[in-house]
């Protein structure tokens, strides 16, 4: 019965040093993996075996030893860090981001390691190459569909599209109601011919600028049977004037409070060509109802158009639910789509591929995707990495207990084969 006893203290001290081993190969792991971005620590579970028959007393039964039931990984938050990069994001909350292998296979994997950067054709990826999935949206930001199989890869376009021409323009100014009459006849090159003028950056077809200069000349002060100040203006783009109705020029009438009467409506030119090289175009310009003529000097008070040229990528921005918006040289504003974000009801059934990923599998449950920030779903910090959730104070701590518990296991084979040593040398 000695031998028996020992045969099994034996196992069952092997059953320990292997869940011991085990434990410090997790521990190790989660310290190696201190500083790797989106990492989550493991934790080991343990079981005790029992060995007995149906016919053995209960209040008699010796157990077997352990064994490793689980190595679940703890999907606590980790820390977040800031980074310079708008394309480093990071999930403040539940939720995982979703990222598809660029092969035939075309395999979705899961991540919390937000560091994406951007490939030589511009989509953007994570560090195994695999494209950041978007949720298509309309042009003012809404998502279409948050099926994971209608989600699209994050690519950012290098310009804006093509070119629009200038159509309306939009001006507002205050003129100097203390201006001086002018008579002579109009000419850009003689100063003498008009009071001020401004100029803006108009658009041709082809998206070449044309500098446009407004000039102004007070024609006219009130009198009793013209209550009204007159004004001229001028429009020359290049070495051309525009011409409304075949007239250069049109006029501009202010009250005694230097609110303008007319024109009350955007005044249209002839159509001309530019000469750029760009199609014949046809503007209209609108003084609007901020244009004064009240003391003070000239002054601009706003200038807009509605041409621009091809615009090169400027930024990129993430808005916290995920809105991925760009900006161009042009002043457009594009917006790409709504980063995808998915959540698992057993994340601890998830996968591990590697570099803080996983893929889905059956204990997992399906992923259930969404818009950031919505259902559950944590909010999307740009600019940001969350970092392991491994605390080295702890994993140290632990790793002392674990070693221990080898040498304790380790200790119990020592004993056991001491002692069937002495019974074995029993004369």
């Known amino acids: 019965m000695a031998q028996k006893g020992s045969s099994m203290s034996f196992f069952t001290a092997l059953t320990g040093l292997n869940a011991a081993q085990t434990e410090l190969s997790t521990i190790s792991n989660n310290i190696a993996n201190a500083a790797t971005n989106g ?29 490793v039931r689980s190595i679940a990984q703890q999907f606590s938050q980790g820390a977040i860090a800031t980074s310079d990069s708008a394309l480093d994001l990071a999930i403040s909350g539940q939720g995982f981001f979703a990222v598809k292998s660029p092969g035939g296979d075309g395999q979705v994997a899961f991540t919390r390691s937000g560091a994406f950067s951007v490939t030589a054709d511009r989509y953007v990826v994570d560090g195994d190459g695999r494209r950041v999935q978007v949720y298509p949206t309309t042009p003012d930001g809404s998502v279409l569909t948050n099926a994971l199989g209608s989600t699209q890869n994050l690519k950012l376009p290098l310009t804006s599209g093509a070119p629009l021409a200038t ?3 939009k001006l507002a100014v205050n003129l100097s109601s203390t201006a001086p009459v002018t008579t002579a006849a109009f000419n850009a090159n003689d100063s003498t011919t008009y009071s001020s003028a401004t100029s803006i950056t108009l658009y041709d077809s082809l998206g070449n600028p044309m500098a446009a200069t407004v000039y102004y000349a007070k024609t006219a002060l009130p009198t009793v049977a013209d209550p009204l100040n007159h004004w001229k203006a001028h429009v020359v783009i290049g070495a051309t004037e525009l011409q409304v109705s075949g007239t250069a020029g049109f006029n501009l009438s202010f009250d005694s409070t230097g609110t303008l009467t007319s024109p009350t409506t955007p005044t249209a030119f002839d159509s001309f060509t530019p000469a750029t090289g760009g199609n014949a175009m046809s503007l209209t310009l609108d003084h609007g109802t901020a244009t004064t003529q009240q003391a003070g000097p000239f002054a601009v008070i706003s200038a807009t158009q509605d041409g621009y040229t091809t615009g090169r990528l400027a ?9 991925v918006r760009t900006s161009f040289t042009n002043g457009i504003v594009q917006i790409l789509g709504k980063i995808a974000v998915a959540q698992f009801s057993n994340p601890q059934g998830l996968k591990q591929i590697g570099n803080a990923t ?70």
Request: proline letters at 4%.
């Open 39 to 67: 990492f989550k620590k493991s934790r080991v579970a343990f079981g005790d075996i029992i060995t007995a028959s149906p016919l053995q007393d209960p209040s008699r039964i010796v157990g077997s030893g352990t064994s």
């Open 167 to 169: 159509s309306a323009i």
């Open 315 to 323: 930024s990129v921005a993430v808005d916290g639910d995920g809105t």
């Open 358 to 427: 996983y893929v889905s599998t059956p204990e997992a449950g399906a992923p259930v995707t969404g818009e950031a920030g919505t259902n559950g779903l944590g909010g999307i910090l740009s600019g940001s990495i969350e970092k392991s959730n491994v605390d080295l104070t702890e994993e140290l701590v632990a790793l002392i207990v674990a070693q221990r518990n080898f040498q304790a296991n380790a200790k119990t084979i020592d004993t056991t084969s001491t002692l069937l040593s002495t019974i074995i040398n029993i004369r």
